[in-house]
């Protein structure tokens, strides 16, 4: 059991490019959830996945944002066209046999200049 | 989020006993839980309780649940420096465990 892994760490990029991120929960984790988490607030669900399946998006996940998790193993976070507002740290986490145990990841922090 | 409030600062002396508290809106609630967030850091569980339950202690901590009063508390005995970070208080509803997160108690630990 490694733990939750998010790549990269940081992301600095400059207003209108792409970003992805990616997130590989604990082995045979089969839940993945998304977060936004920005300075002086706690997280926000952004959506969740079971397996493969993209069970529910939040309004916050404008239609810049894109996941998936196409093998029900690691998922990806696109935004594209970023904004500043986008700025924040996106945190993964997983959950497996006992559901209500959610593992969080080191969060991937981006900074949109 | 406005479902989970809590106070934002708490400052304690080492040694002593710290707690921090939360209320929430939802009698729904099927699982409160407590987060620790260290600086730059992803979100640690701490420790966790079931709505039908009114206490649970793990070492140093002893959460307690008022679920009349929507009221969710987690001490910490003997609070050390390496306690020093921002705790949040979350509640999931329903078996999709999705996390409604407070804005986070910042617990500073001074010697």
């Known amino acids: 059991d490694t733990g939750v892994s998010q790549n990269p760490r940081h992301k600095i990029t400059k207003r209108g490019q792409n970003v992805t991120f990616r997130c590989d929960p604990i082995?045979?984790?089969?839940?993945l959830y998304w977060y936004r988490q920005t300075l002086g607030q706690g997280p926000e669900f952004l959506t969740y996945f079971q397996n493969e399946a993209q069970l529910e998006k939040s309004r916050l996940l404008s239609d810049r944002f894109s996941a998936e998790r196409p093998k029900g193993s690691f998922s990806t976070l696109e935004i594209q066209r970023t904004e500043q507002g986008d700025s924040a740290m996106y945190l993964c986490a997983s959950s497996g046999v006992i559901g209500e145990k959610l593992f969080f990841g080191s969060g991937t922090q981006l900074s949109v200049l | 989020g406005e479902d989970v409030e809590q106070s934002l600062f708490l400052s304690v002396r080492e040694g002593d006993s710290s707690v921090i508290n939360c209320t929430y809106t939802d009698s729904s609630s099927t699982y409160l839980y407590w987060y620790k967030q260290e600086p730059g850091a992803g979100l640690q569980l701490l420790t966790y309780?079931?709505?039908?339950?009114d206490m649970k202690q793990d070492q140093r901590l002893t959460v307690l649940l008022n679920k009349k009063d929507k009221h969710l508390s987690l001490r910490i005995a003997d609070t050390q420096t390496g306690d020093s970070a921002i705790y949040f208080c979350a509640e999931s509803r329903g078996d999709d465990y999705k996390l409604s997160f407070g804005a986070g108690t910042t617990v500073t630990v001074r010697a």
């Open positions: 082995s045979e984790h089969n839940r």
């Open positions: 309780i079931f709505s039908n339950m």
